[in-house]
């Protein structure tokens, strides 16, 4: 069995433990990074991290990416969604396509 | 990139030649495998991001709630609620094979379709504010986890598609195009050779028809010399 992690700032994480998951709260993108090497040395299948939290880690996250566990997956904190984990969506698919399909026209 | 040095020989011809066969074999197999898996990757994208902006949707609205129930409740019962123990939530991974990518599959102890009403804190201090939150993140985590199975396929899945380019250009533009020179190569070399070697033929031909030539001269010459 495998556990599903938490990290990110109090606020936006501390319903989750309500349901199950461990949390891990910090505001400190460098602390988070150091949960998420832990998480990983524990074997979690699933990481959900703050998209504020993520920013700072992106280096580790893109490593993590080509491994089979854990999932780090971006969700918006308590203050909405900073559109990170779209781009990381947009990202794979440019990788693999070479190309950016669902880019938007208006954006520039 | 130059072309290797060979020795023109027939051995190493039909070396190379082989290789040619296997590379041009390999390349359209390589190639037939990033279709496919760039097909199944667009379809795991797709339903990626609509899952995506649900569960961005979801949260949003659970995050309201949370909000309220902090509007209301005392920090102090409240974290002391949410913290109250619990089983935790634990997951089973499968292996699934999406043309020899190993992606996760995962799926969670307990039945996550039904909403199980039991909450893990008790009714007395809390009000329904801070239910309705946790109810609101119970919904959402199914489709989170969810998300995070197409998300990591999506994830391997595109790196498996890198490389598989990677591989179909080398040899499309590296390897195939090396092997046809150094094959045209040797065959040039081997030609060159081969005529070489008849003109060789035909002058020492040459000059032994001469040779015989001169004999028979010399001895026709001394047969009609008068005693």
Redesign the interface.
Known sequence: MYKVGVIGDRDSIIGFRAIGMSVFDTSDAVQAGEYLRQMVRENYAVVFITESMAEGNLELIRELRSQKLPAVIPIPSITGSTGLGMRQVRESVRKAVGMDLFADPNEK | MANRQVNPNRMELMRLKKQLVTARRGHKMLKDKRDEL?RQ??EI?KA??AL?TR??ML??S??RE??MA?AVIDPAI??S???SG????????DTMNIMSV???V?SA?FEMSGLRET???GMASTGGELDQ??IA??QA?PI??E???S??T??????E??KT?RRVNSLEYVMIPELQTAIRSITMKMDENERGNLTRLMKVKDMIVNQAIEKARARDAAASVPE
Do not use: T
């Open positions: 760039m990757f667009l994208v990626n991001k995506r569960m961005e949260l949003a659970a995050n949370m909000v902090r409240l974290e609620a949410l913290m619990r089983e935790s939530l634990s997951l089973d991974i190993k992606v996760p995962f102890g909450l893990p804190y939150a946790v993140l119970k985590l989170m986890i998300l995070a199975e998300e990591k999506a994830q391997l899945l595109a790196d598609i890198e380019r």
